[in-house]
């Protein structure tokens, strides 16, 4: 019987320090020369769905009460709820500890594998997100987590803001599976000057768990 084997599109040219299997992604928790900040993380791996229907003011998801207005977010338990429009909300699984599966009503669609997660998170990380987009991730009307739908180095995207707060700031992205070559290699490109570094998903923990 062969063993499945899901392969994240994200590829960083850093050298793994610690790997872990998990459910069937090799999920690295280090890389060698990680540094001091900013960070871009792979959260391709994490669970994530998209929950549409037409009364959504009924719906509640992994007990979260969902947000009303588009363009809001809410972090609660290690998920990340976003409301896209009238019908659709976005989730991630931000925690990563348990083994969170997708619901089985109808109106859920997985979306994991068809598309790319990354975090993007530390000291001067906006000044970077500015060499690549217009939106403002600093929107002093807007208190964080907050939703954004637009361009992100000319690539359509889901981004949200968690965090707008000097080394703490920090930022979730996704876009479709195939652009996530172009898109790592963009951030990155982006962040140079910066020091920004690949890093493994353990940073990502310790930041997630201190907002």
Not at 50 to 69: G, I, Y
Not at 76 to 99: P, Y
Request: proline share 6%.
């Amino acid at each position: 019987m062969k063993e499945i084997q899901r392969i994240s599109p994200v590829v960083f040219k850093s050298s793994p320090l610690k790997t872990e299997k998990r459910d069937n992604w090799d999920v690295v928790m280090e890389y060698k020369e990680e540094g001091d900040g900013p960070f871009l993380v792979d959260l391709s791996h994490r669970p994530r769905f998209d929950l549409q229907d037409s009364n959504l003011a009924d719906k509640k998801s992994f007990e979260l009460e969902l947000p009303e207005t588009p363009g809001n977010s809410v972090l609660e338990n290690g998920i990340l709820a976003s409301r896209m429009n009238r019908t659709q909300v976005s989730l991630f699984d931000l925690d990563g500890q348990d083994d969170v599966s997708m619901p089985g009503e109808s109106y859920y669609t997985d979306v994991t594998e068809s598309t790319v997660c990354v975090a993007l998170f530390g000291k001067e990380i906006f000044l970077i997100c500015e060499k690549l987009t217009a939106l403002d991730f600093t929107d002093p009307q807007r208190k964080a987590p907050f939703f954004f739908q637009g361009p992100f180095s000319h690539v359509p995207c889901q981004i949200v803001t968690l965090n707008k707060e000097g080394e703490s700031s920090g930022i979730v992205l996704t876009c479709s599976r195939g652009y996530g070559r172009d898109m790592i290699d963009s951030i990155l490109h982006a962040g140079e000057e910066f020091g920004l570094k690949p890093a493994g998903e353990s940073r990502f923990t310790h930041w997630i768990k201190s907002l």
